[in-house]
């Protein structure tokens, strides 16, 4: 196979630097290209790759802004290879990254496939604490960190691969964002193709964030998730209400335990307690607080975002095009 790996790029050339300069590096004997795709911005990455024309083959493209997924679409239709590996611009890859997807598929070849979500020894404690909550067991289920629990994997587009003939029979990614990963595994699923979860094929994802930036990402998750429940109703499942459940109890536990019963609050500490104590083994104090307030930074959040959705869509009515008309690229 050849491989296109392909990069949205919005006003990041810092990003985009680290992320050649890992590929510059990687361990595979086999030719394959990089195709950049510029969006529209005003902050241009194009030096930046000029630097990295040597060590790599790339392909810099410009378009106006349309947003990531369609832009990835026109990365893959200017693409020459006939697998194309997805990537966001805040990633960095491993040295063994390629030839760990090139092993996998060469012995049960699959037509997309998603990696998990890494933290690096070099990230700082906030990007680590937001790591842990995005990928452990304990809050999403370790979908991003390299765990099945909850039934087919759906890739995420920061670490994603898909063949030539699978985006061809799809049309690749939609105009939502977020969410234009997993409408694009369920599409691919209808179409009759796998997906599959490399846990070996995973990257560093360097998260530009704050707090305030992650309620946002995780607020929007949780309102798109009801979008597609309503495109996709047999992916409906009761698990995508847990974390608006989680709020809801927090809040009915914070007034029970002012009334004098306390159990239910003293459950949710014990809960607490737990995502500390695992997070500050594997990362250390500093992370293991971070953590606890990240992961009910990103339960409250997605849950307050999947009811707000869900009364707009399903009680009031209203077109979820008309009702998060931010949530659209045109």
């Known amino acids: 196979m050849y491989y ?10 810092d990003e985009i630097e680290k992320l050649l300069h890992s590929i510059s590096v990687l361990k595979f004997d086999d030719k394959f290209e990089v195709v950049v795709i510029e969006d529209g911005s005003t902050l241009s ?41 997805i990537l966001d611009s805040d990633c960095i890859l491993p040295e063994d990254y390629l030839k760990n997807v090139d092993r996998y598929l060469k012995q049960n070849y699959v037509d997309c496939f998603g990696g998990p979500d890494a933290a690096h020894d070099t990230f700082t404690d906030l990007q680590k604490s937001i790591n842990y909550s995005m990928t452990s067991f304990l809050t999403t289920g370790g979908i991003r960190g390299g765990g099945e629990q909850l039934g087919k994997f759906q890739p995420r587009s920061f670490n994603m691969g898909i063949s030539k003939k699978a985006f061809i029979a799809t049309g690749g990614f939609g105009k939502i964002h977020p969410g234009e990963d997993p409408d694009l595994s369920i599409r691919l699923w209808n179409k009759g193709f796998k997906t599959v979860l490399i846990k070996d094929a995973y990257v560093y ?3 530009r964030i704050s707090w305030k930036l992650f309620y946002r990402q995780v607020n ?11 495109w996709h109703p047999e992916t409906r499942k009761i698990t995508y209400w ?27 500490f014990i809960y607490i307690v737990a995502i500390f104590i695992h997070a500050s083994i594997k990362n250390g104090l500093k992370v293991g607080l971070g ?15 999947f009811l707000y959705s869900w009364f707009k869509i399903y009680v009031l009515g209203v077109d979820e095009r008309k009702a998060f008309p931010k949530l659209f690229f045109n």
């Open 205 to 207: 994802h360097e998260r």
């Open 242 to 268: 847990f974390p608006t459940l989680f709020s809801l109890f927090f809040i009915i536990s914070l007034i029970l335990s002012i009334l004098g019963y306390g159990l239910p609050i003293f459950l949710y």
């Open 220 to 230: 929007k998750f949780g309102k798109v998730r009801v979008i597609l429940n309503k």
């Open 45 to 85: 990455s194009e030096a930046v790759c000029s630097r990295f024309r040597e060590s790599v083959n790339i392909n810099y493209l410009f378009k106006s802004n349309s947003g990531p997924g369609d832009s990835r679409n026109y990365g893959m239709r200017n693409a020459v290879g006939d697998y194309f590996l």
């Open 291 to 305: 953590a606890t307030i990240a992961a009910m930074i990103q339960l409250v959040g997605y849950g307050t975002g």
């Open 4 to 13: 296109s790996i392909i990069i949205p790029v919005f006003n990041r050339p």
